[in-house]
């Protein structure tokens, strides 16, 4: 019975200061929303592809399980050459300003000979140049390195996309915090509220029931009809006691 009261409790607190919930809720969303659209440089990521075979000068006759086998193991050992200071200063050469592998990612499903190689930039159209540079310099470099020549660009970049901010969904996080945080202060302000609002407070408080109620009075000494009406509709049990109309 004491949780369900204390529940009843909270969501009268709750319901009573809703607006400020609200208004918490939008706000940080707006924040979020202005941030993300005007304060945060967006990053774009383009993708470019090739694929590990042997080229038709080497291709056997036959199907060959061992050699896509080789292939399969060796695109380990690309995937760290093409991050690798041999690859990305020749990039940075070419591309006109310095390349990080921070910039250049690279994944390959399990068992693929097919090599996906991403590049990240601020600018949309430099991160498609970016991604199709990385591979033309790591598909000519490749064979002085290795002494092989199984780089075959199967595709290349053709647009951009931005990955990040994500304006929805950083807004859609604000508001659910902003809400959590609107809802948490309204329940701690209303623990330390310590003020007498109703007779229920009272009984409460003291643990006695209240049986008589002093009705609002003006400033002509006239105690207001309607609060009078109002109490007695309110109490609904009880005895109301001294309760009179009277005039100065």
Same mark, same amino acid.
């Given at each position: ?41 967006? *990053? ?25 086998? $080789? ?18 200063? #020749? ?13 250049? $990612?690279?994944?390959?499903? *399990? ?90 407070? #009272?009984?409460?408080?003291?643990? #006695?029931?209240?049986?008589?109620? #002093? ?34």
């Amino acid at each position: 019975m004491q949780q369900a009261n204390a529940l009843k409790e909270m969501f009268e607190v709750i319901k009573k200061r809703f607006v400020w919930i609200l208004l918490l809720a939008i706000g940080a969303g707006t924040v979020s929303g202005l941030f993300s659209y005007y304060w945060v440089t967006p *990053s774009y990521q383009s993708s470019s592809q090739f694929l590990v075979q042997t080229t038709k000068e080497q291709e056997q006759p036959t199907y060959d399980a061992s050699q896509i086998s $080789t292939n399969i193991d060796l695109i380990s050992t690309y995937n760290v050459i093409i991050r690798s200071p041999r690859i990305l200063d #020749i990039v940075s050469e070419e591309f006109g300003r310095g390349v990080s592998a921070q910039n250049i $990612t690279v994944s390959s499903e *399990s068992g693929s000979q097919v090599v996906t190689v991403g590049a990240t930039d601020n600018d949309p159209e430099q991160v498609v140049r970016l991604a199709n540079t990385v591979v033309e310099v790591f598909k000519e470099e490749i064979p002085k390195l290795m002494y092989v020549n199984n780089v075959n660009i199967i595709a290349e970049a053709k647009g951009a996309q931005q990955i990040s901010p994500n304006p929805v969904l950083n807004i859609a996080i604000a508001v659910v915090l902003g809400t959590m945080v609107g809802a948490g202060l309204v329940l701690l302000f209303g623990y330390f509220d310590n003020t007498i609002k109703s007779e229920a407070d #009272i009984e409460r408080l003291v643990d #006695i029931p209240v049986i008589g109620v #002093i009705s609002h009075v003006d400033h002509k000494g006239v105690i207001l009809k309607e609060e009078f009406t109002k109490a007695q509709r309110k109490r609904g049990r009880g005895v109301l006691l001294n309760a009179k109309k009277k005039t100065v």
